[in-house]
């Protein structure tokens, strides 16, 4: 890629996973019990994506990451304290709910609006990435939505890596059942990459790419508009927890292959 | 607070988030800050915690994987905090509150590992402080982490001033460490030779360089100073065997043997020549003294993040302890509270918070004061250099003067227009805060680690014999005894309370100290639960007790109020402490509800909150003013002799005879004389006659009417001790156990 690929990742906040989330009814519908005050990371599969758009951007020289996302944004801001210490990138926030509660749909035309209106990005250069989940609902629909709104034909879901060539095209290796991967050639942007957990390990803490990703990072977050979803008439009849008890219990120095036989017993209960 | 209340307050739901603690402790607007929390408690919470889980604890030695620890540092941005970025770090300004936020986050889960860490800026803080412009640009640069592409290890350093017995330990004036001439052509830089040994010296496994206290044992050098010692120096670098410690042990600890030959540049801040003699600018007690002001309250701020960081898995243990019994079958009370269904548990619990929060308070506030102190200490000294004011006694001088305006203002009304000129005139806002860094950083010192040390028992017994044994989570029995070192590392509780002896009797602190009483009552006409008001009479009466106490003789016409009466000093310290933590813990209380209802995502839950955070100040404030009152009690009256059966006594008491007759014309009289002497001498068989108050009356009325104040505040420890018993905490500690 000559000049570079435009990386804009999709992400949003939730919950951290060591908190109990237990849905409640509210006026405006399903919620998360306290989820205001809980503390939140960003989307783990939102993560991979970032971390993998900022591993491709440093690998292709003249490449620029964005990470969009749609949140309420005193929250992002404190989620930003982490995650934008990690990599480069500029942000662009929505300041909307966050909730595993809103419509796939009214998330997907907000953030495709959101990444047409950033200035100076340039389609032909386009990698649109996202998680092809999310850990506060896995709708698993918002990233291929967001695609079609912004007309990009060549989507991957699943995807666990991308080898570009010099002359922009790029492999790409999505999970198929039986963990194995189906692997394809596309011939370059723009296209849409639905992220499952590739290959990289989070990156550390660096306060130095921090205090330089807030130049932008704050701006942004001041700047953030309001965005009600759309309303679509979803609605939620009842909501439950997940029927199965999480069993939550720390172990020590235990090998993989003992952990690994005492989930198989589990489930053969 | 001040809403009205209902039947059932709200209350809180969740343990506080980094944005309440951004808002009490007032960094909600430094970002540098918020990322360096984010990037020290994953260093605290992954490698720091696995090691402690792994056993790394269980050894002396300064093994390989605590020597990683330091790597994570550099990566992390703990090196750096340190430096200006100029030097390689990332902080600009004063970096108190940075620091102490970084010792924070490393003690909530060990402290060895945040001594490590804060014993390396320990070493540079001589240089930092009284360095020479070129020794700090050295110095700084090669200890910070290398940048990107740059291939080079950071210089770690040690502070040296602790010898062995029985040398310098407490006190500072003590030195045994020796400097001599060793070679000095004329016209060249002197070369000197030091011999120094030092006693249980940080970081000393793999320090590159030493920064050390010691004393001239040449005619010509004059008096004591600190060096920098180098590794390559010529002579003996010995680290010597290392400290068997108890605690602690993820920080190097030893008894080093330095025998070295040095350039005199070496000497901390410069020297100039004086006939012939070197005089270096600053003797170590100088040095020492603007290091110690700033490194102990990080020492306090430790201890406090331990306190907090206990009641998460206390509330996991008690909820979880008879869980898996037949009886307690899930939705059932004993399954879902276990041991918090028990009063005693949550109140135990409820204290050990409110220490928590008084305690981060106090170190916190403290950190902030020197922040804002440092330009303005920097601004003075220039001022008083080019003025040709250099001398120690002759700026003291200078500051008297300063004392008496700057007092005369604060007693003015606070809306009276010449207050104005504390603020604009440095010199008085210097003293002001001065007086005031002189009282809160030994305060945060003492009080946070000695009572902290003592409520981190109380965590420790509230997890029952889990507490005691390694797998404890949180590793609450080590911190217990970690807690033990921070209240002796870096001078010791004497040392707080000898300091606090003399400046909490400066006048500057002390108008200051009248306003606070001033303060807390305006404070509790809007805000009743917090407790301010008891805090506000408790001060009074402390105020009553220096007063009395510095104007006193004892029963034997020996002054009370003396240096050498520590007997007297001392506790009244402690008293003070107790005070100023809990005024702290309110002010970041009412920070929260300020700043806290602009805030979208406090919005919530603020108002539950705000209620459970007065509910612990107001435990905390009874905690505190029974304290206070009961030293001050036990000082004012105790050094009074009590009177005996004898003529003397005799003198207070009634005749029963006379008493008969004065019953005549007094009718009940009889019934009201406390004692009385029969016709045949006999007396009531006690101690003696009871004795009296006079001149007291005062000390009296208000140490009643303090007991009175108490109201409610056994009832704000139910309201909080009901609201953990319902607060949700995460499913697991996020750190291993
Ligand atoms: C793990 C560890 C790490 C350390 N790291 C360093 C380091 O990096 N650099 C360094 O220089 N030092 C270091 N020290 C030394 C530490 O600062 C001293 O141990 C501490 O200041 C106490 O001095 P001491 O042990 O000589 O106690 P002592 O001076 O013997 O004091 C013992 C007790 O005597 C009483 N006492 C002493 N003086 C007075 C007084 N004036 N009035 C009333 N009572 C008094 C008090 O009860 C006091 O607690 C470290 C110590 C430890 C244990």
Known sequence: ???????????????????????????????????????????????????????????????????????????????????????????????????????????????????QSIAGLDRSRLLVFGGWESASRGAGVTMQLVGERLGIADQFQGVDQITTQADGSFEVLERIEGGRHQVSMCSG????????????????????????????????????????????????????????????????????????????????? | MATAISAAPETLHTLPTDLVRQIQWRFADRYDLQMLIQSVRAVARGPVARLVAAGGRNSHEWTEQKSELLEYFDKSGITAVFMEPEQGGFIAGP????????????????????????????????????????QRDHYMRLAAPAQPGEERRPWRGAFCLTEPIPYVGVDTGMLNGKLRVESWNPGDEPILHVEKRGRFITNIGFANFVTAAVDSADPRIKGSCMVILEEGDPGTFDRGTPTRKLVHQLSSTGDPIFSLRIPASRIVGGYDIKDGVIVPRFSHSEVIEAVFRRTRVTVGVMTAAKLLSAVEPIIRYQRGRFRGAEMATPGSIRYELGLQQREDALHRLVDVWAAGEASASLGFAASRLFDELDPIEREIDEQLTQRGITGARARMKIFREAWDEAVKLLDL????????KLEADPMLRFVQM???ADVLCPATKLWNTGFGSQMMREAVSLMGGYGITEDCPGFLGHKWMDSQLEATYEGPE????????VTMTNPVFLAQFRNWVREMREIAATHPGTGACTLATAMLLWLWSIDHLQHTS????????????????????????????????ILDVLELER????????????????????????????????????????????????????????????????????ESIMPGIAACALDVIATDGSHAGKAGPCAGCAGLQQFQVLRSRLDICLTGCRLAKDRAAEAISKIMIPEALDYPA
């Not at chain 1, 951290?16 to 509210?26: A, G, K, R, S, V």
């Not at chain 1, 992002?76 to 990690?86: D, H, I, P, R, S």
């Not at chain 2, 004497?494 to 002896?501: D, E, N, Y």
């Not at chain 2, 700043?595 to 007065?614: P, Y």
């Open chain 1, 1 to 115: 890629m000559r000049n570079g690929y435009h990386i804009v990742v999709c992400g949003s906040i939730v919950p951290d996973p060591l908190q109990t989330l237990e849905p409640i009814e509210t006026p405006g519908g399903p919620a998360l019990k306290n989820e205001m005050m809980l503390p939140a990371v960003l989307d783990p599969w939102a993560s991979h994506a970032l971390y993998e758009a900022a591993n491709l951007a440093s690998k292709v020289a003249g490449s620029k990451v964005w990470l969009v996302s749609v949140a309420p944004k005193a929250k992002l801001q404190q989620v930003m304290m982490t995650v934008a210490q990690k990599v480069s990138f500029e942000l662009v926030a929505v300041d909307g709910p966050a909730s595993g509660f809103g419509d796939a749909y009214g998330v997907a035309a907000i953030l495709a609006d959101e990444v």
């Open chain 2, 494 to 501: 004497a040392v707080q309370r000898r300091q606090l002896s």
């Open chain 2, 595 to 662: 700043r806290g209802g602009e805030d979208a995502a406090l919005a919530d839950g603020l108002h539950g909150l705000l209620n459970f955070m007065s509910d612990l100040c107001h435990v905390q404030t009874a905690r505190a003013s029974g304290e206070a009152g009961r030293i001050c009690a036990e000082l004012v009256f105790g050094y009074n002799r009590h009177p005996a059966w004898d003529a003397e006594g005799y003198k207070s008491c009634y005749r029963a005879e006379d008493l008969d007759e004065l």
């Open chain 2, 95 to 134: 970096k108190n509150l940075a620091l102490a936020l970084v010792a924070f986050e490393l003690a909530w889960v060990d402290g060895g590992a945040a001594t490590g860490s804060l014993a390396g800026c320990l070493a540079l803080a001589p240089i930092h402080e009284r360095g020479t412009p070129e």
């Open chain 2, 413 to 420: 009304p606070a809306y009276d227009a010449q207050r104005a």
């Open chain 1, 189 to 269: 942007p723009p296209a849409l990459l639905g992220w499952a957990t590739g290959n990289l390990p989070e990156p550390r803490n660096n306060p130095q790419v921090g205090m330089a990703n807030m130049r932008t990072v704050m701006p942004a977050l001041q700047r953030a508009k309001a965005a009600a979803l759309a309303g679509s008439g979803l609605r939620f009849l009842s909501t439950t927890p997940p029927k199965q008890q999480r069993q939550t219990r720390i172990v020590k120095n235990r090998p993989v292959e003992e952990i690994a036989q005492e989930i198989v017993e589990w489930i053969g209960k």
């Open chain 2, 554 to 585: 004892d029963a034997d016409g020996s002054k009370l109020y003396h240096s050498a009466r520590q007997g007297v000093t001392f506790p009244l310290a402690d008293a003070l402490c107790w005070l100023v933590a809990a005024r702290c813990q």
């Open chain 2, 434 to 436: 001065d007086s005031l």
